[in-house]
């Protein structure tokens, strides 16, 4: 295939010898299947801002570090040169992640360095030696389902434990190896202790995958993993070794703001449908 202008640079510098074919191709970035020496790798090729279609950044930025003042400062003027540094400091987040996660055990691709803008990391492959199927393309028994829960369960704990919540785990970021799940795609992922969304998307993420999961062992849709996991991490008690029972007591007394919001929207949709009618009446009289 014809190499892609990204990865040229790569193989002049013998970091890569060879593009092999794409692999996928996403809302962040392109990912392709490369030759290092006898070694087949993957090369994950991030997308300009401006040919991105991923909306929410604003939300998944806060509590991210900046490598210096001048660059917080630009960053937050939105100059042409702080939105540079904006872009820079997103791909570095699944760099830094990667490294940092893979040191806590967290089962994610072996990353291999980081080069020109573009991520060297290891192909997950399946017993086949194949590339290996997202867990949402993946027929499962209720046993393994189980299993892969359980597995999942503790690599979002170790990402915890770490400080880190993946923030968009789903069934397609997922991949099914020959020695079980490996999770992916990091850009978005936030510091637990630094966003106020962190506990919002650590429940997303919990439940993405369970409701996947519980379509082939529905018991597991009676599980409250997550809730479970941020009280002991709030409450400083939770390890990497720490075992959950799925079990959790919810506080009643914990005002539902959520539903307050929704019965005042609700009331000011019904206040100005009847001003409307009102409004109506009046001119037909």
Known sequence: ?????????????????????PLKSGKEASVYVVRAGDEIRCAKVYKDMAQRSFQQRVQYQEGRKV?????????????????????????????????????????????????????VMELVADAEGSSAPRLGEVALSAAQARDYHRFLVRQILRMLCSGLVHGDLSPYNVLVGADGPVVIDFPQVVSAAGNNAARTMLLRDVNNITAYLGTSAPELLDTWYGEEMWALFEAGELHPD?????????????????GVRHAINDAREEALIRQQGREAAAEAD
Request: glycine share 8%.
């Open 242 to 258: 720490t075992e959950l029972t799925g079990h959790f007591e919810h506080d009643e007394s914990i005002p539902d703001i959520d």
């Open 1 to 21: 295939m014809r190499t892609p202008a990204a990865l040229q640079a790569l193989i002049d510098d013998g970091v890569i010898d060879a593009v092999l074919r």
């Open 67 to 119: 490598r210096g003042s001048r660059e917080a400062r630009a960053i937050g003027k939105a100059t042409k040169y702080g939105r540079k540094q904006q872009e820079t400091a997103w791909k570095n987040t699944e760099v830094d992640a990667l490294y940092q996660l893979r040191d806590a055990g967290v089962r994610v691709p072996e990353p291999h360095g980081y080069v020109h803008g573009v991520l």
